[in-house]
């Protein structure tokens, strides 16, 4: 993730549980920048536009839906606007919000923020700017405020960033495209184009979307149905604590790999998902604690997955009811 913020929260509540909660972003005391912008439109790709999640202060307490006032739009227009003054361009920005979620009703919760920042250009749009962040917020208490200082903060920049920037990229899209830009983006990557997954070993994210294994190795089958994997390409290992592979495909069925085992991956529509354990906390390569098959936490649960198609990150969706704790 291109960002990642980490919150450590104190133990007051601020909301009442069992009902709706309602926030807004609001504009920064920002000196005015170089803008070449004035204006902002919004398009939300989301989902679920409904709300950003559920939360619970406390375990089997009914919990709080967080909800992103709706309109969007003047919230980022002010925003903007804090940014400019009479000596701005006249620019206009399209900002389209393609995920503001977060799964977890317990312990730390990771909220997910993707956008893609857009400026007019021969009247169609050219990508401008992208967020990929996970803001991780630590603890029930206080998490609406969190919630809402860290995610304004991170718009707050986004935006600061983008309106200086003049549109470089020659692909100029559609408003039909933009609005179907994540399935347009899918169509050049080899495994969401298949229903034939090509045998072997993938060291990363990369190769398994490129559909080009880049490792040597051999599957064996236990006695108790599982898989057993060894690699024979050098610095590599399947031990518990040593890094390991991204996914291995194996009689065609798509397997994640991580250290607590070989999870199917499942196609369902445009996107990969899957049901295996995770941790909920970091490692010292990864130490903010996004969901990482890596992770080494003693807090481990199944969690209901989706891969993020650009760079390969799970997005945690659902912790079953069932899961162990």
Known sequence: MLTLL????????????????????TAPKSSPQKSGYK???????????????????????????????????????????????ASSGFGALLFQLKRFS???????????LIATLYALKDNGYVSLLNLDTTLVIDGPANFQSALVSASNE??????????????????????????????????????????????????DYAAFKNQTPDLQGEVKLRS????AITLHSPGWTEARGKKHIYAVVYKGIPYIVSHF?????QKDGDDFYFDGRLNVAGTPSNPFGVFSANASSPDKRNYRVLIDYTNGEFIHLKAPESAAQ
């Not at 707050?156 to 003049?166: C, H, Y």
């Open 261 to 265: 085992g070989y999870y199917p991956l």
């Open 154 to 203: 991170v718009i707050d920049n986004f935006i600061a960033r983008g309106i200086v920037l003049t549109p470089v990229d020659t692909v100029v899209y559609s408003y039909e495209d933009v609005q179907h830009i994540d399935n347009l983006h899918k169509r050049k990557l080899k495994a969401y184009n298949t229903s034939t997954y090509t045998e072997g070993f993938y060291s």
């Open 39 to 85: 204006l902002i439109a919004f398009l939300d790709s989301r989902q679920d536009t409904s709300c950003v999640g559920n939360y619970s202060l406390e375990a089997g307490a009914k919990p709080t839906k967080l909800i992103l006032k709706t309109p969007i739009g003047p919230q980022l227009e002010a925003i903007l606007n804090s940014y400019t003054d």
């Open 224 to 227: 108790d149905g599982g898989m």
């Open 6 to 25: 980490m919150l450590c929260l104190t133990c007051i509540s601020l909301y009442s549980q069992g009902t709706d909660a309602s926030f807004t972003w």
């Open 102 to 112: 977060f799964a977890e009703t317990q312990r730390t919760a990771y909220v997910y």
